[in-house]
């Protein structure tokens, strides 16, 4: 068996219509599985680490709201990207 490769698109509005493959199940499904990873684990993880580190309360804080506004755009970010290989 041999891998199959995806071309590569070139931008959001060259996506062919051969690799728009996505129904709003699968869209939705992978919002879901992706907060569970990146907002549960992935999360609670750094939020450990960042709390061991020593450092001042004021500056823990800050991290962790730093952590938790970038782990929303990254889920964000991927579901939209997932929406624009929608079938039509």
Known sequence: MGTKFLPVFEGADKV?????IFNETHIEYVNVLLGDILLNDVKGQLLNIIESAG?????????????TNVLHETKHHVVECLSLMKKD
């Open 16 to 20: 062919p219509k051969e690799a728009k």
């Open 55 to 67: 450092i001042s309360d004021r500056q823990e804080q800050a991290i962790k709201r730093l952590i």
